[in-house]
């Protein structure tokens, strides 16, 4: 689990630094009314935006995070070019502004942090993960169900 993670956030990462590298930039336009960060706001599954630009989703593939209220977050990763599927559980919570992901709950498990997150509303989340600011839309469960049978 803690490879899973590791390659997950270096994915995100190396796909932010390329958007950043790029010079795109996401209008603010109208924004939806922010949330207070709670748990119970981050419950369900959310998808990885891509900045926005739906064509993306073709060169980075797609990723998925379930946060669930019993305290499991289920995490997706799809590659595009080959295929795979990475898919992994762990425990999440809430400290803060940032979410703690942790692998178990034996003492000195492997736990990575998520955040700040910067914006929450009911359909959006950004969370700056390895300093980029990544946008993640609140999608239906069954989205991520499919890739966890």
Do not use: H
């Amino acid at each position: 689990m803690k490879r899973f993670l590791n390659r997950l956030f270096c994915v995100l990462a190396v796909a932010g630094m390329g958007m950043f590298a790029a010079g795109c930039s996401v209008e603010d336009g109208d924004k939806e009314q922010e949330e207070e960060v709670t748990a119970a706001g981050l419950v369900g599954t959310w998808k990885w935006d891509v900045w926005g630009l739906e064509g993306l989703t073709d060169a980075y593939g797609k990723s998925y995070f379930q946060f669930r209220a019993d305290g499991q977050m289920a995490i997706v990763s799809i590659d595009n070019e080959s295929g795979e599927v990475e898919k992994g559980i762990c425990l999440w919570e809430l400290s803060g502004e940032e979410i703690v992901l942790r692998e178990s709950e034996a003492e000195g498990a492997a736990t990575q942090i998520l955040g700040p997150i910067t914006e929450l509303t009911e359909d959006n989340m950004t969370i700056v993960i390895e300093g980029f600011p990544m946008t993640w839309r609140r999608v239906a469960d069954s989205e991520i169900e499919e890739y966890l049978r």
